[in-house]
């Protein structure tokens, strides 16, 4: 007996040991290719790049992972408490995996075999390290393995906390956020430090399985998951009981952020912003690399560009009468689920879409859309309001904006219209007025002339409505308001503001045998004027002679140095603004004009930082040698070098900008512009057939430009000019704008002489001369002795270029003649 139970002894030990070398070699194998784990100490994960506005708060994220990474002494004990209650409470004492909870694991899939039911997991955060970062998702006996292997590789190469903080920043918990202080962000707007006992519990229970915790989708399961993870919490000592209870009596109170800008009205400028970046680092950087973006964007500024711009385009597209409803839906049945689908402009929150439910002559009654839910559900609430006749006046007429077509709103709506209205009152009216998208568009730009800093920025009506940026994208003629450059050209060699020149009728012949007659606006004029009255009150004969007597080729120079246009060609059309350029390189340049003739380079971003904090770019390029003294010796202020390089004469930016302001005190924009006794300068631009119109001025400290126009050209009608339309809305926005900024004037550079002269002539005005007007003139000029005229001659002889360059014959054919 006692041979025979050694011999079953010896075959048990042969058994065990080939087993044992079986295992070995099989774990030797596994081994042997088991990726790199050292990798996980230069851990980079992509990073969620944020813009920032002026002020610092957030515009905008950008990411394919919603992530932000956190060192794990950033992460509160409260927080790893619930991961840790949740996924592994023996973290900090285990060896990598979880031997006891391996048992039981394996006793509880053993009594669900055959049941269907999915295998339970044990699975370490250790393993979940990992699985995430080194092996795929497989459900395979080598890729649990392997896991094994890196797992105890893993704890014996870095701390516990270190593979904490690489777990905690890793998960994905859906709603394509990863890492917690992602998630915190996403599910409830807040920081990780803000966090309550309830909201790290429902963070917590994510990870094992984010679609089916889904707080909108399965929200009672969402709830049993939480709750399941906050008695966890209380069991491991983490919580009180009465907290616990406390806790679980909370509603989930996921409030999902927006993916879009996080700043009201900033979405054009965030997303010109977003097309900087990707053409000056990549989609890769962009979207992986964790930026930190510090614009020029201030809110309160984009506010009241925003507003102005859109008053402006309401105002003329009423004018022009009602377009009709933008759909037909049956009010017979439940009408609220149909209208919620109707999609409306998130970035119009004034506006409110409606249903006309009846008409009367007196009143129109509407039911405004419901909200949805998370779920994308209609609510069952039912908002009822009224639009009175006066309230909508201004759809009585027919779409051309010519008669009116009806007397009342039941010829203008019917029941099953879907429109816009507007509360007019406080949160709780009822009462309404109508409203519709205009057809018209255009684009503003404000910026700092100093630094060229971009403040403000409008695309158009709504970037809901359309995302094609008007004022960065839009190529538009500017008319009249390229003028001022063509004028500073003739300063800077030898012309004076009281210089004359003849405001005839004339005549040009060009190389294809046809005539072109550049006309002033409605045929107005006559005579001989100077060249300060012809900018105020834009006559394109002067201008146009002006600028033959010039010489093209000069003008064409400055437009390239201003930045208007890149290589112009020199056609006495481009001098009337025929050529096309946008709002921000008008006002880039306007800006020129007036911080006294620098250059600047329009920017819309301050600083940017990488995912380190080192700053990769920087837009102020000026130098301050001594800023950073470290301690007062008595030494000489230190002082801000300017090396910008100048590119107008300051005497020539001072005349320029006196004649601007001649513009709005008695030219074309007279009592247009009204900003309290402060002085503004400003120039007006309407092109051939009033399809564009135009207005660009500035302070000493802010310069606004914007057009208004179609998008497909065409005419704006009768009175649709610059300082009918853009003046307008130039006032409303500086107004607001400039309201807390100090009140300055404009410089006049030292050794500028002031004359009085005669306003008609330019010549020297004599004592108590009515027309008598205080004229900039350089050192070595004044107003002339005798009258001479510029431009005598009522015609010109062909130009050489219009002979051969088709551009020529393109831009006389655009009708540039037409420009005020």
């Given at each position: 007996m006692i041979r025979?139970?050694?011999?079953?002894?010896?075959?048990?030990?042969?058994?065990?040991?080939?087993?044992?070398?079986?295992?070995?070699?099989?774990?030797?194998?596994?081994?042997?290719?088991?990726?790199?784990?050292?990798?996980?100490?230069?851990?980079?994960?992509?990073?969620?790049?944020?813009?920032?506005?002026?002020?610092?708060?957030?515009?905008?994220?950008?990411?394919?992972?919603?992530?932000?990474?956190?060192?794990?002494?950033?992460?509160?004990?409260?927080?790893?408490?619930?991961?840790?209650?949740?996924?592994?409470?023996?973290?900090?004492?285990?060896?990598?995996?979880?031997?006891?909870?391996?048992?039981?694991?394996?006793?509880?899939?053993l009594q669900n075999f055959g049941s269907g039911r999915r295998p339970v997991g044990a699975s370490t955060i250790t393993q979940q390290v990992a699985k995430n970062f080194l092996l795929t998702s497989d459900q395979t006996i080598d890729r649990k393995i392997k896991e094994a292997i890196l797992s105890f590789r893993i704890e014996q190469a870095y701390s516990k906390d270190k593979i904490l903080e690489l777990y905690l920043n890793e998960i994905f918990f859906g709603l394509n956020s990863y890492g917690i202080a992602g998630a915190a962000l996403t599910y409830f707007n807040k920081s990780v430090t803000e966090l309550t006992v309830a909201e790290t519990a429902y963070l917590a229970s994510?990870?094992?399985?984010?679609a089916n915790y889904h707080p909108f989708r399965h929200p009672e399961a969402a709830l049993e998951r939480r709750n399941w993870v906050i008695d966890r919490m209380v069991e491991n000592g983490y919580v009180s009981k009465a907290d616990g209870e406390d806790a679980k009596k909370q509603p989930l109170g996921v409030t999902a952020r927006n993916n879009g800008p996080s700043l009201f009205a900033s979405d054009f400028f965030a997303e010109a912003v977003r097309r900087q970046l990707i053409?000056?680092?990549?989609?890769?950087?962009?979207?992986?690399?964790?930026?930190?973006?510090?614009?020029?964007?201030?809110?309160?500024?984009?506010?009241?560009?925003r507003k102005a711009l859109q008053d402006g385009l309401t105002t003329y597209d009423e004018r022009r009468g009602f377009h009709g409803a933008l759909k037909k839906i049956d009010t017979t049945a439940d009408w609220g689920k149909e209208l919620a689908d109707v999609p409306a402009f998130s970035d119009v929150p004034e506006w409110h879409l409606a249903v006309v439910l009846a008409v009367s002559p007196?009143?129109?009654?509407?039911?405004?859309?419901?909200?949805?839910?998370?779920?994308?559900?209609?609510?069952?609430?039912?908002?009822?309001?009224?639009?009175?006749?006066?309230?909508?006046?201004?759809?009585?007429?027919?779409?051309t904006g010519e008669r009116k077509t009806a007397k009342s709103p039941e010829g203008v709506l019917s029941a099953g219209d879907v429109i816009y209205v507007e509360r007019l009152g406080g949160e709780n009216s009822t009462s309404y007025r109508l409203r519709q998208p205009p057809k018209v568009q255009g684009g503003l730009v404000a910026m700092d002339p100093k630094t060229g800093r971009v403040l403000a920025m409008v695309g158009g009506f709504s970037y809901g409505q359309s995302e094609f940026n008007r004022a960065t994208q839009a190529m538009r003629q500017p008319g009249s308001s390229f003028k001022p450059f063509v004028y500073a050209a003739a300063m800077d060699n030898g012309y004076t503001p009281a210089s004359v020149v003849s405001d005839d009728p004339l005549q040009i012949q060009t190389g294809n045998g046809q005539v072109w007659a550049p006309d002033n606006y409605e045929g107005e004029g006559g005579g001989a004027n100077t060249l300060r009255f012809a900018i105020e009150h834009s006559r394109n004969r002067m201008t146009v002679r002006l600028a033959n007597d010039l010489g093209m080729n000069v003008v064409a120079e400055y437009a390239d140095r201003f930045g208007v246009y890149d290589k112009m060609p020199p056609l006495l059309a481009m001098s009337l603004g025929s050529g096309e350029t946008t709002v921000m390189r008008m006002v880039s340049a306007y800006s020129v004009i007036a911080n006294g003739g620098k250059q600047i380079k329009p920017t819309l971003i301050d600083r940017i930082q990488d995912r380190y904090g080192k700053t990769i770019f920087r837009h102020e390029e000026r130098v301050c040698e001594g800023c950073n003294a470290g301690e007062w010796q008595s030494q000489e202020e230190p002082v801000v070098a300017d090396n910008r390089e100048q590119?107008?004469?300051?005497?020539?930016?001072?005349?320029?900008?006196?004649?601007?302001?001649?513009?709005?005190?008695?030219?074309?924009?007279?009592?247009?512009?009204?900003?309290?006794?402060?002085?503004?300068?400003?120039?007006?631009?309407?092109?051939?057939?009033e399809k564009d119109a135009w207005f660009v001025g500035f302070t000493p400290d802010l310069v606004a430009g914007l057009y208004i126009g179609f998008d497909s050209p065409s005419t704006l009608g009768r009175g649709g000019t610059g300082g009918a339309l853009a003046a307008p809305v130039f006032n409303e926005f500086m107004q607001v704008a400039v309201k807390d900024m100090p009140e300055s004037k404009f410089v006049i550079p030292q050794g500028m002489n002031l004359i009085p002269i005669d306003r008609k002539t330019g010549m020297a005005a004599m004592e108590g001369d009515p027309n008598t007007i205080i004229?900039?003139?350089?050192?070595?000029?004044?107003?002339?002795?005798?009258?001479?005229?510029?431009g005598m001659d009522s015609t010109m002889a062909p130009e050489e270029i219009l002979k051969t360059s088709p551009q020529a014959n393109q831009a006389v054919q655009s009708g540039a003649g037409g420009l005020y």
């Open positions: 025979l139970l050694g011999y079953f002894f010896g075959i048990a030990c042969v058994m065990f040991l080939g087993a044992a070398a079986v295992v070995a070699v099989y774990l030797a194998n596994v081994a042997k290719d088991l990726p790199d784990y050292e990798v996980l100490s230069s851990y980079a994960p992509p990073v969620t790049t944020r813009v920032h506005a002026g002020n610092g708060a957030l515009m905008a994220e950008y990411a394919k992972e919603k992530r932000l990474f956190l060192p794990i002494q950033a992460i509160p004990d409260r927080v790893k408490a619930a991961f840790l209650s949740a996924e592994d409470k023996n973290f900090y004492n285990h060896p990598g995996i979880d031997v006891s909870g391996l048992g039981r694991a394996i006793l509880v899939n994510l990870p094992k399985g984010p053409d000056q680092y990549g989609e890769k950087t962009l979207y992986e690399g964790g930026l930190s973006v510090r614009t020029s964007f201030d809110p309160q500024m984009q506010l009241a560009a007196e009143s129109v009654d509407i039911g405004l859309q419901p909200d949805k839910d998370g779920a994308g559900k209609a609510s069952p609430d039912r908002e009822r309001g009224t639009i009175t006749a006066k309230d909508m006046q201004w759809a009585y007429r027919s779409s590119v107008l004469d300051p005497m020539t930016a001072y005349q320029i900008t006196s004649m601007m302001q001649g513009v709005i005190q008695r030219g074309t924009a007279a009592g247009k512009i009204d900003l309290g006794g402060r002085d503004v300068a400003g120039k007006t631009g309407t092109t051939n057939d004229e900039a003139f350089k050192p070595g000029t004044g107003p002339a002795d005798n009258l001479s005229v510029i």
